[in-house]
């Protein structure tokens, strides 16, 4: 007998996928769709992990760049430091220290209390600086009694000074003889006392940091 099945393709038995395969087919997806899953929480997470680290090391050598700055600045500053520091023990080197000049000075009048080779004043100290041709100091003094070898012994004793080694020059030892009655003795010896210092820079192109002229070739 010839029957005629009219149901649709996928409702005839025959056609129909067999269970084991859809069971197959399911556990399979299930199991792509783990592995997929299981993938993406792991490079997602690695990802996130890889972006902190990066973020911190990236933190890290800003601060180290901002450290390397700050270094090199101090080294300028070090540098320039250095620079101001010579500068000012080359000015402290071309200046003459007056209070210093003036303590030596007052030794030579006091002369460790020794009354008998001189007893010495100064009438006024007057002092003009000259950057080339050197300071002069002008200090007329006196010389207590009438010997005139009192006059001398103090000349010596200045030319024994310190600062007598800066010294371009010196007047003479002479003297005047003068009275006055108020005083015990009465007579003294005037002197003048010019001293004039050599100065304290040599070459004041030098001074100013410009090299000095070279000598010029002898003729042959």
């Given at each position: 007998?010839?029957?005629?099945?009219?149901?649709?393709?996928?409702?005839?038995?025959?056609?129909?996928?067999?269970?084991?395969?859809?069971?197959?087919?399911?556990?399979?997806?299930?199991?792509?769709?783990?592995?997929?899953?299981?993938?993406?929480?792991?490079?997602?997470?690695?990802?996130?992990?890889?972006?902190?680290?990066?973020?911190?090391?990236?933190?890290?050598?800003?601060?180290?760049?901002?450290?390397?700055?700050?270094?090199?600045?101090?080294?300028?500053?070090?540098?320039?430091?250095?620079?101001?520091?010579?500068?000012?023990?080359?000015?402290a080197r071309s200046r003459r220290v007056w209070s210093k000049f003036c303590d030596e000075l007052i030794d030579v009048v006091n002369n460790n209390g020794d009354t008998e080779?001189?007893?010495?004043?100064?009438?006024?100290?007057?002092?003009?600086?000259?950057?080339?041709?050197?300071?002069?100091?002008?200090?007329?003094?006196?010389?207590?009694?009438?010997?005139?070898?009192?006059?001398?012994?103090?000349?010596?004793?200045?030319?024994?000074?310190?600062?007598?080694?800066?010294?371009?020059?010196?007047?003479?030892?002479?003297?005047?003889?003068?009275?006055?009655?108020?005083?015990?003795?009465?007579?003294?010896?005037?002197?003048?006392?010019?001293?004039?210092?050599?100065?304290?820079?040599?070459?004041?192109?030098?001074?100013?940091?410009?090299?000095?002229?070279?000598?010029?070739?002898?003729?042959?």
């Amino acid at each position: 007998m010839i029957r005629i099945n009219l149901l649709p393709s996928d409702l005839r038995r025959g056609n129909r996928i067999p269970p084991k395969v859809l069971a197959a087919a399911f556990a399979a997806a299930v199991a792509t769709s783990g592995a997929i899953g299981w993938f993406g929480i792991v490079y997602f997470g690695d990802l996130g992990g890889a972006e902190n680290a990066l973020v911190e090391i990236e933190s890290k050598l800003a601060e180290r760049e901002k450290r390397v700055v700050y270094h090199d600045e101090l080294q300028a500053n070090k540098k320039d430091y250095g620079s101001r520091v010579q500068t000012i023990q080359d000015i402290a080197r071309s200046r003459r220290v007056w209070s210093k000049f003036c303590d030596e000075l007052i030794d030579v009048v006091n002369n460790n209390g020794d009354t008998e080779r001189h007893l010495a004043w100064f009438d006024s100290i007057t002092m003009k600086n000259d950057p080339v041709k050197g300071a002069t100091v002008v200090v007329p003094g006196n010389v207590q009694d009438s010997d005139k070898s009192r006059v001398a012994a103090f000349h010596e004793d200045i030319e024994a000074a310190p600062f007598a080694k800066d010294l371009a020059n010196k007047t003479d030892p002479t003297f005047k003889l003068e009275t006055d009655k108020v005083r015990i003795p009465a007579q003294s010896l005037a002197f003048p006392l010019t001293l004039t210092f050599q100065p304290a820079v040599k070459d004041p192109k030098a001074k100013a940091g410009k090299p000095a002229p070279a000598p010029a070739p002898a003729k042959k």
